[in-house]
């Protein structure tokens, strides 16, 4: 049980940091997209603030996902879950999230490698490493991944399950 008590304790921990992150990277948004719009009318357009915006929005989706995930908020069909017995539904919802886990595996090695390939360029109005921006895919795979092993582990523990 104490290994249970450490997953769900780094993965809340976790869920924390990505929320207060995807927050800032939000204002940072908003913030940008705002200083451009007046720049464009009272002076004279700014040449990174889009690609900066763009940037902000890859990290934002990648790091939202994973806090959508933790709290089971993506979309999905569950009607067939619900009325199963209670054993298949867990097995059923250990089979998604295993399935989920193994998606997100995909998503982190290929997310290496890309960033990897891409690792030389440069940003056409920053010059930033655009591996620091593929980065966003392994590390919001990566915290998919640990709130999956949580969901199945508090399944497995009868956390993640409802009655019947």
């Known amino acids: 049980m104490a290994v249970v008590r450490v997953i769900n304790k780094v993965s809340d921990l976790v869920d924390k940091v990505c929320s207060a992150i995807l927050v800032a990277l939000l204002i940072g948004m908003v913030f940008t997209t705002s200083l451009q719009i007046i720049c464009r009318v009272f002076f004279s357009a700014l040449s990174w603030s889009e690609?900066?915006?763009?940037y902000f929005l890859v990290w934002s989706t990648f790091i939202g996902a994973s806090c959508v995930y933790k709290k089971s908020g993506h979309i999905s069909v569950t009607f067939v879950q619900e009325r199963l017995p209670r054993k298949l539904r867990k097995a059923a919802q250990i089979l998604v999230?295993?399935?989920c886990g193994a998606f997100?595996?995909?998503i982190v090695y290929y997310g290496f490698k890309y960033m990897d390939r891409q690792g030389n360029q440069l940003s056409?109005?920053?010059?930033i490493p655009m591996n620091r921006m593929?980065?966003?895919i392994p590390v919001g795979g990566s915290v998919m991944l640990l709130h999956a092993l949580n969901a199945i582990v508090n399944i497995l523990v009868?956390?993640?399950v409802a009655e019947q």
């Open 51 to 54: 690609e900066l915006t763009r």
């Open 97 to 99: 999230h295993l399935l």
């Open 104 to 106: 997100f595996v995909i």
């Open 124 to 127: 056409a109005a920053m010059r």
């Open 134 to 136: 593929y980065m966003a």
């Open 158 to 160: 009868d956390k993640g």
